[in-house]
Nanobody, 126 residues
Framework: QVQLVESGGGLVQAGGSLRLSCAASGRTFSSYPVAWFRQAPGKERGFVAGITSNARNTGYRDSEKGRFTISRDNAKNTVSLEMNSLKPEDTAVYYC???????????????????WGQGTQVTVSS
């Protein structure tokens, strides 16, 4: 089992940048594919970016391609989301999520993730 804690959210002006971090407990963190999801008020929680357990493959929702970068450091048990050129529509609570140990690939489906952090608020002002 793994526990996840996000940090790095805050208030930023449009066009600015933020770096979110997800710190994981557990000695086998490198066995878990991880993704970032986000949920804006009144909307469903949706996939933003994912990374395989070995960090060799990443994937993004189309609207985030070229602006967001997901990475991980398995030695430090962390996953990061670098967000650039932020827009007001990026405002949401951002969640880090992990699939089950031993599954190599991330998924874009929320229900495929049994482990979730508490979320961190990102607010982009216009």
């Amino acid at each position: 089992q793994v526990q996840l804690v996000e940090s790095g959210g805050g208030l930023v002006q449009a066009g600015g940048s933020l770096r979110l971090s997800c710190a994981a407990s557990g000695r086998t963190f490198s066995s878990y594919p991880v993704a970032w999801f986000r949920q804006a008020p009144g909307k469903e929680r949706g996939f933003v970016a994912g990374i395989t357990s070995n960090a060799r493959n990443t994937g993004y929702r189309d609207s985030e391609k070229g602006r967001f970068t997901i990475s991980r450091d398995n030695a430090k048990n962390t996953v990061s989301l670098e967000m650039n050129s932020l827009k007001p529509e990026d405002t949401a609570v951002y969640y880090c999520a992990a699939r089950r140990a031993g599954q190599a690939y991330y998924s874009t489906v929320r229900d495929d993730y049994p482990y979730w952090g508490q979320g961190t608020q990102v607010t982009v002002s216009s």
